[in-house]
């Protein structure tokens, strides 16, 4: 069965740190096209990064762009999220997504990843 379990959520100051985790089980992390979305309360969920199966191609939302880093280990089969600089606008929770085995393009699209964490709450204050 097929499993991710997001990590590494919590409440830090603007201009912070913090670094979430994605554990995948049941399947290899290198084998798919990895992302991260988030969502804030009242909001849908948006597109965050994305890193290709090679780990050499990664995609990143505007307004994350120079704050966060995707990465991946994958001798440890997990996914990773460093994200500097926080904002309050970054506060949401932040799930971590796969695309199906044979996808091999980017999305940015909700729909076009068809496994899911549970999510891990972020909250930035000012």
């Known amino acids: 069965q097929v499993q991710l379990l997001e990590s590494g959520g919590g409440m830090v100051q603007a201009g912070g740190s913090l670094k979430l985790s994605c554990g995948v089980s049941?399947?290899?992390?290198?084998?798919?096209?990895m992302g991260w979305f988030r969502q804030a309360v009242g909001k849908e969920r948006e597109f965050v990064a994305a890193?290709?199966?090679?780990?050499?191609?990664?995609d990143y939302f505007n307004s994350v762009k120079g704050r966060f880093t995707i990465s991946r280990d994958d001798a440890q089969n997990m996914l990773y999220l460093q994200m500097s600089s926080l904002k309050p606008e970054d506060t949401a929770v932040y799930y971590c997504?796969?695309?199906?085995?044979?996808?091999?393009?980017?999305?940015?699209?909700?729909?076009?990843?068809?496994?899911w964490g549970q999510g891990t709450q972020v909250t930035v204050s000012s």
């Open positions: 049941g399947r290899t992390v290198s084998s798919y096209i």
């Open positions: 890193i290709s199966r090679s780990g050499r191609v990664i």
């Open positions: 997504a796969q695309r199906p085995s044979w996808a091999t393009s980017f999305s940015r699209g909700t729909r076009d990843y068809d496994t």
